[in-house]
Every structure is written in C-alpha cells, then in structure tokens.
C-alpha cells in the first residue's frame, strides 16, 4: 500500500524559508517522479516542482524558480522541497504526489497522480 506522509508547513514571515517533507511508504521514491502541487483557496491546484525518477532532473513552475529547490534522499525515502523568501503568493495547502504513469508532458497536470500526501497548510504573513 502507497502511502505519502507529508512533514512540515505553518506560519512564517515573509522572506523566510520553509522545507516540507514527503516520506513514502510501500515504494522506493528513488524509482518514482515526485511533484509538489500547492492549492490557494478558491484556486485550481497548481504545479510547482518536481524531481524526475531514478536522476537528478527537476522542474519548477516559473514562479518559485531561484527560491524552491526539490531533492530527494533516497536512504530515507523522502523527498523534500526547500522554499526560500517567501512570499505571500505562496500561501497555500501543498500536497506530494507520485504515480507511476508521469512523463514529461503530463507532470504538470494533478489528474495524472493516484497518489498523493495528505497536504499541509503553509501561511505567509506579511
């Protein structure tokens, strides 16, 4: 059973930084492409990293490029995601999400993933 357990989140100041956490159970994460998707109220739930499956590879949506840096540390099965200066645009619940069928072209879109960690507020104040 694929579980993903999300770490981290809360209330910080504005320019501060921030790292969650995503540890998985059930899979070895060092085979998977994990992606954190964040979600603003009355918003769609948007990309915004992830670190392809097996390497080093990552992608971020433009907005959170030169702030957030994804990695992955396969000997304890989790994947984090570093979030530097903080801004109040980046308030929102975030969610890990992992599945087997990702590529390239569909990373972006939340209906790819089965799986998905129980997500975790974080609030930005200015």
């Known amino acids: 059973q694929v579980q993903l357990v999300q770490s981290g989140g809360g209330l910080v100041q504005v320019g501060d930084s921030m790292t969650l956490s995503c540890l998985a159970s059930?899979?070895?994460?060092?085979?998977?492409?994990v992606t954190w998707f964040r979600q603003a109220p009355g918003k769609e739930r948007e990309f915004v990293a992830a670190?392809?499956?097996?390497?080093?590879?990552?992608y971020y949506t433009d907005s959170v490029k030169g702030r957030f840096i994804i990695s992955r540390d396969n000997a304890k099965n989790t994947v984090r995601l570093k979030m530097n200066s903080l801004q109040p645009e980046d308030a929102a619940v975030y969610y890990c999400?992992?599945?087997?069928?990702?590529?390239?072209?569909?990373?972006?879109?939340?209906?790819?993933?089965?799986?998905w960690g129980q997500g975790t507020q974080v609030t930005v104040s200015s």
């Open positions: 999400a992992t599945d087997t069928g990702v590529n390239l072209s569909s990373l972006r879109s939340p209906a790819m993933y089965d799986y």
């Open positions: 059930g899979l070895s994460i060092s085979k998977y492409t």
């Open positions: 670190i392809w499956m097996s390497g080093p590879n990552t």
